[in-house]
């Protein structure tokens, strides 16, 4: 999410026409859990994080995505959840592009574990 | 969650000591998935929801829990998130029971799937 208030990864299952988890088949929702886990753990240690909150909400947004959250005591929205808090603050270009490369080094080695 | 204004279930994997969904060992994230689903399954054939929720945040309560909710395009915090959103509505005694027995009955179909 281009968000640097919060580092904030979507995780969107290629998969047509489906709005709900629950609507997945059993080895997609296994595939959707473990993916989001990944994507917690490389949070977690790249942000030293001191929570994740996982998420599927969809209120606005059809189209099943999963969010993976990294959250901090001093974070703006802290203790509530994010969705809703204030406007977004886009990260600078280099300061994008440079983060979407740690965050792949990153769940390169979450995905090995 | 007794709160009349939102039908919503809270799963509390019976796992001492854990706060994040990743830390779980990976047959416990696929129960987790899969008690979700189906639970959000029951809340969405009972109540004719119109969206599910489903979120792990815990920036409150530590110990990891897991929420499915229903929700209405007519329910007091669409299209936010129910978190911190107003005053909890508890429900009578006998409404509350009632809802207990209907959501067993309805798990009962779901798990049976």
Redesign the interface.
């Known amino acids: 999410m281009n968000d640097r208030r919060f580092p904030w990864i979507i995780l969107i299952p290629r998969r047509a026409d489906i ?4 609507q997945l088949p ?1 080895e997609d ?2 595939l ?3 993916e ?3 994507a ?2 490389a949070l ?1 240690r790249l942000f030293k994080a001191e ?10 947004v ?1 189209q099943l995505h999963w969010h993976v959250i990294a ?1 901090f005591r001093k974070d703006e929205a ?4 994010v ?2 808090c204030g406007e977004r603050r886009p990260y600078e270009e280099t300061q994008g592009t440079e983060l979407r490369g740690r965050l792949r080094g990153a769940l390169r080695g979450s995905t090995e574990q």
Do not use: F
Request: hydrophobic residues 45%; positive net charge; proline residues 9%.
């Open positions: 709005t709900e988890v629950h059993g929702q296994i959707l859990i473990r989001s886990s990944a917690a753990a977690g929570k994740i909150n996982v998420a599927a909400l969809g209120n606005l059809p959250r802290w203790p509530g959840p969705w809703g």
